[in-house]
């Protein structure tokens, strides 16, 4: 299945494909159940994945068929995030954009690279059988992507979880954007995106979704006292928030 389908309110649970040596221990479920109470407003507001009239305007800007998109919401990319990420390959045409967590995203960022640079995808998930899907999923709209089946690791730099083996990405980035693994491995497990930033380039950027959640707000605080060379700023249009580091320097 792609997200092209309608898909439950909670991610695929991901804890089992984490290698033999790894436990998520009670701890790390406590906190993590606990956590969850705490975000469930920001998780129910997600559902809608935005307005209809925003989703036909993303369409209609991409000359995408008005019913490219059929199901937005639950954990999917909302159209605040797909107008945010568009809006940034028409700006800065970049040469490579690395997407961790496939998706929605993936069929409108290979679009906008097609119309504007033609710059290439490189797009990251833990689900084999997903990656294949979208991979198909784009070619019927006669788009190409590197959609690559990522193995789920220990998080790396001290974060919780399990994180995607990045082992074998460019060495410049021009765009990060980050909507996976999901906050049920560990709400703060998206920090680990960190291992790239150094691979951004100057006046590149990295866009964090679901940045109105309480998990990623702690994410971009360490981010922030961390990395000082990064302008970051919280956007709240659409239904979770995205957050968004320019590198200055």
Do not use: C
Not at 177 to 195: K, M, N, Q, S, Y
């Amino acid at each position: 299945m792609t997200t092209r389908e309608v898909t439950g309110f909670l991610p695929r649970n991901d804890v089992r494909l984490g290698p033999e040596d790894w436990r998520h221990t009670l701890a790390d479920r406590a906190f993590t159940i606990a956590w969850g109470a705490i975000q469930w407003p920001w998780l129910a507001k997600s559902l809608s994945g935005g307005r209809k009239a925003q989703k036909a305007a993303l369409l209609k800007r991409l000359d995408l068929a008005p019913d490219a998109l059929p199901n937005l919401g639950s954990w999917k990319a909302d159209t605040g995030l797909l107008h945010l990420v568009v809006d940034e390959i028409e700006a800065r045409r970049p040469a490579v954009v690395v997407e961790l967590g496939a998706g929605a995203s993936s069929l409108i960022v290979a679009r906008a690279l097609q119309l504007h640079g033609g710059g290439r995808l490189v797009s990251l998930d833990q689900h084999g059988d997903f990656v294949a899907a979208t991979r198909d999923w784009l070619r019927e709209h006669g788009l190409d992507a590197d959609m690559r089946a990522a193995p789920l690791i220990p998080a790396p730099a001290g974060w919780p979880g399990l994180w995607y083996d990045v082992s074998d990405l460019p060495d410049r980035i021009d765009l990060l954007l980050i909507d996976g693994p999901p906050w049920t491995l560990h709400p703060f497990v998206r920090g680990a995106a960190e291992v790239l930033f150094d691979r951004i380039s100057v006046g590149g950027a990295v866009m964090l979704d679901d940045g109105a959640r309480p998990g990623e707000r702690v994410v971009a605080a360490r981010w922030r006292r961390k990395w000082p060379q990064f302008d970051f700023g919280l956007e709240l249009g659409g239904t979770k928030g995205t957050l968004i580091g320019r590198r200055l320097r």
